[in-house]
């Protein structure tokens, strides 16, 4: 049977922990997070295999918007770079109007809140966003538009009550 003996332990100097890590993009040690490199996937090319090859921004006052009716999915970005999804959605349909639940048949909730704007630059915002196609705005948040009316879905309740909360 063999033996295991304890050898002395060493600790790698900061150079040869630096030297050996391997960051996201190269990124150098210092940026890392809580043990974890700081990452940016806003150039990342998503759902290859739906055939989406890469994703359009398009402009939209201050916010960037690429909604992908292939993939269903939409990135966020403002000059600074990527931007929280809620932030997105606040800066384009923040002064939107909520009409009101109705009950919904195809979509990825059973009910979706139907919103409206009197204003046609604001209107102007849903042409970032493919037409009669759901996608997936934020976590647990999808949204479509005929051009008009801005369709938000989701089956997580306290975002459907937040979402209601000023009505």
């Not at 923040?94 to 109705?102: A, C, D, N």
């Not at 009910?111 to 037409?131: G, I």
């Not at 009669?132 to 479509?144: E, G, I, R, S």
């Amino acid at each position: 049977m063999a033996q295991i003996r304890p050898g002395p332990i060493t600790n790698p100097s900061a150079a040869e922990t630096a030297s050996s890590w391997r960051g996201c993009r190269g990124s150098p040690p210092a940026q890392k997070i809580l043990s974890q490199p700081v990452c940016s996937f806003s150039a990342m090319e998503l759902n290859r295999l739906n055939g989406c090859d890469k994703h359009q921004f398009a402009v939209v006052g201050d916010i960037r918007v690429a909604a992908c009716g292939s993939c269903r999915m939409v990135e966020w970005a403002d000059s600074t770079g990527e931007i929280d999804p809620s932030e997105g959605m606040a800066a384009l349909f923040g002064s939107f109007q909520l009409i009101g639940p109705l009950d919904a048949l195809g979509s990825p909730a059973p009910e979706v809140l139907v919103y409206q704007t009197s204003s046609s630059k604001k209107r102007k915002s849903l042409q970032a966003f493919p037409a009669h196609v759901w996608v997936k705005a934020a976590p647990d948040l999808w949204l479509t538009h005929d051009g008009e009316l801005l369709l938000l879905a989701t089956n997580h309740r306290l975002l459907f009550e937040n979402l209601t909360r000023r009505a």
